[in-house]
């Protein structure tokens, strides 16, 4: 009664035939002795696919690592930044630096006050 043939119906979905295929190729290069061709392209696959992820992990783990999130010694302000690299506060404008994981102003505060007045002092005292 029914004229449509399902065997031929199954061949002319390409997708699943195409799939077929790759497997029955595998298994003959597998049969043949070329096995290693096969594991070849796995690992092929495996390393493109594997490569990001550790990339990613390693770059996360970088950016953890000298990622600094820490108090402004101005005005108490958190927020983050990395190491080594000077950066302003957000909240105050304070030029900071990170040093051992903290962050640190630049110039310690007092130091050219004090300077200005020994300078001066001197002066006042030369004999000429
Ligand atoms: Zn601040």
Request: charged share 15%; hydrophobic share 45%.
């Amino acid at each position: 009664m029914n004229n449509y043939s399902p065997k031929l119906l199954w061949l002319n979905n390409s997708g699943l035939g195409c799939l077929l295929n790759l497997l029955l190729l595998a298994i003959l290069l597998v049969s043949v002795g070329l096995g290693w061709v096969v594991n070849g392209f796995l690992i092929l696959l495996g390393v493109i696919l594997i490569t990001p992820v550790i990339g990613l992990w390693v770059l996360r783990w970088w950016v953890q690592r000298n990622l600094v999130e820490d108090q402004c010694p101005v005005c108490s302000y958190e927020f983050t930044g990395f190491n080594g690299v000077e950066s302003s506060c957000p909240n105050c404008g304070e030029t900071l630096q990170v040093k051992n994981g903290k962050f640190q102003r630049i110039t310690p505060p007092g130091t050219i006050d004090v300077e200005v007045v020994d300078v001066s002092v001197k002066q006042l005292d030369d004999p000429d």
